[in-house]
């Protein structure tokens, strides 16, 4: 019999005890080593260089001899980007919705060629079919429904079809696929389109494709990162969020006054160039690069060896450690079991323990969220005087300011304190009071209004975000032997908090609508029925810091048996 003399005998198991899982032979072969079980686990070493950075190589040859924290902190900076151009173009429905439904046309001059309608007197410049004073509001609730409803119902199955592609050619033809959706809504000003069916196609088929971008994304990132100081990473990382809804309400608000059509179509041309920058210079995983793995254990060094299989028979071309001195000799046999890292079935993802709560939690945490995103711009122009179309554009992105401050600050506490579902569900509950001086007193001023949205943002946007990345990552590699579960894990959480995202807007409109009240002689809104809304927005924040409670309660008892047996830790 063949097997494998250890020379390091303090280090080696028995040799009947030695189990080596081999993936099916493919060119290099990487062996790591792992100290808990003992087990040797063997996987391919690739090398598959796209072709932006095999070009940068070239010229640049400094980057073939730079460390794997050059390239982790590359590969965290490219999909920041990417996914900042994801947000630029789902912003710009938002800040156009005031143009799309105009309050007041009587400081505009219609067109010497136009004939105004006499039922249409004071609502002749909003864009058909928006028109209607005591629909608009409607029709916006179902358009951000359709479109949330099939991200929800999408992101549930791109995560495990990302896991099972080329995740930078998966990244492309999403961002691509997205941009073009965006750039068609556009053009409904330049074709001069008011058919309600064609944007409500194009909301459906653009949230769909919108969905490709979170799952395959926080997968990157988790392929480059293991788990220390993982909160903090993608707390600053899923900032991209309120940064991408940044630079979109600005980007929107250029064109908004002037031609509404440019405010989507400038957004969906740079997602597009997004997908090109993903095919050229995104490196999937770091053997890619020639690394070792990230999320699993150390490698070490290989070599030929004869092998005797499960079923007895002798096989050559497999790889066993190569300590200092080894020998291939005739001594005890060595069990050599076949295995691949294979994805999780979506049953298997959605019972990991933990996930069920986070998702719970982030169906209502992120209604709360997109809620704001949606209507804000709204609300402000209508309750704070003065503002305007652009200026309610501007003031919106302190809610999004504030979500940066916060996925960052959520991020290094929880990594701190290693209690991620403690820190999100107090910090959720703590936002209940905080959102109600945001009805009491956001109208008062521009300065009081600010600063209670970036406090909003922080305590709502932050505990999210960190569920939404850090969480997904720590559930989706917490089974051995199954590190590609992190896109569905990724899929699940969000995409049941797409659901509440796409209920959110749509409930919030439809109360909204249902508390108004007019003028019955003049038949002028003289309520808009935006404290509802708040109550509403409160209600739902307060049962997402309650689908944590037993995640809380755990982590209070884990804590407190840390600290009086610090060795059990």
Request: with cysteine; hydrophobic share 50%.
């Amino acid at each position: 019999m063949a097997s494998h003399n250890n020379n390091h005998g303090e280090n080696a198991a028995s040799p009947e005890a030695q189990r080596f899982l081999v993936p099916p032979p493919q060119n290099g072969i990487t062996i790591t080593t792992d100290d808990n079980s003992g087990v040797a686990v063997v996987a391919p070493s690739k090398k598959r260089i796209p072709f932006g950075i095999a070009a940068l190589r070239k010229c640049i040859p400094p980057l073939r001899r730079a460390p794997i924290t050059f390239y982790q902190f590359y590969i965290l900076g490219i999909t920041y980007v990417l996914y900042v151009f994801y947000h630029i173009s789902r912003k710009p429905l938002s800040v156009v919705k005031n143009v799309l439904h105009r309050q007041n046309c009587s400081v505009f001059t219609a067109p010497e060629d136009y004939l105004i309608p006499e039922d249409r007197l004071h609502n002749w410049c909003s864009w058909e079919p928006f028109e209607d004073d005591k629909t608009y509001k409607n029709l916006y609730g179902w358009m951000d429904f359709t479109y949330l409803m099939a991200y929800a119902i999408a992101m549930f199955f791109v995560g495990a079809v990302a896991e099972r592609c080329n995740l930078r050619y998966f990244l492309t033809l999403g961002m691509i696929a997205a941009g073009a959706l965006t750039v068609l809504f556009g053009m409904a000003r330049f074709w001069d389109i008011h058919h309600l069916a064609f944007f409500f196609a194009v909301q459906l088929i653009g949230g769909a494709l919108q969905a490709t971008g979170f799952p395959a994304a926080v997968a990157l990132v988790g392929n480059w990162f293991g788990k220390q100081r993982r909160g903090l990473i993608f707390g600053f990382w899923n900032s991209h969020a309120s940064f991408g809804n940044i630079l979109g309400s600005l980007l929107a608000s250029v064109w908004v006054e002037s031609n509404w059509g440019i405010s989507f179509i400038v957004p969906g041309f740079t997602i597009v160039a997004g997908g090109i920058i993903a095919f050229l210079f995104i490196i999937v995983e770091p053997q890619d690069a020639g690394f070792p793995r990230q999320n699993g254990p150390a490698p070490v060094e290989a070599q030929p060896a004869i092998v005797i299989n499960k079923n007895g028979s002798h096989e050559l071309s497999q790889f066993l450690p190569k300590d200092s001195a080894a020998q291939i000799q005739n001594v005890a046999p060595i069990v050599v079991e076949v295995v691949e890292d294979t994805p999780l079935k979506f049953w298997q993802a959605f019972m990991i323990p933990g996930v069920i709560e986070y998702a719970l939690c982030m169906f209502f945490a992120k209604g709360v969220a997109y809620t704001f995103l949606v209507w804000l711009p709204v609300y402000i122009k209508m309750t704070l005087a003065g503002s305007g179309n652009a200026g309610a554009g501007y003031m919106s992105t302190f809610f999004d300011i504030g979500g940066i401050v916060g996925g960052i600050l959520v991020g290094a506490i929880s990594d701190l304190w290693g209690a991620r579902g403690l820190i999100s569900g107090v910090l959720m509950f703590i936002a209940v009071p905080i959102m109600g001086l945001l009805l009491m007193f956001g109208h008062h001023s521009y300065a009081v209004l600010g600063v209670l949205l970036v406090l909003t943002g922080l305590i709502t946007v932050g505990p999210y975000s960190i569920i939404a990345t850090a969480v997904a990552a720590d559930l989706g590699t917490s089974l051995k032997g199954k590190s590609k579960a992190v896109a569905s894990v990724s899929g699940i959480i969000n995409g049941m908090g797409s659901f509440g995202a796409a209920f959110g807007p749509l409930i919030a409109g439809a109360i909204s609508t249902a508390a108004s009240r007019f003028d019955p002689e003049t038949g002028k809104k003289t309520y808009e029925g935006w404290n509802e809304v708040f109550y509403f927005l409160i209600s739902a924040q307060f049962f997402a810091s309650l689908c944590l409670s037993r995640l809380i309660f755990r982590e209070i008892v884990r804590m407190r048996n840390s600290r009086r047996n610090p060795a059990a830790i």
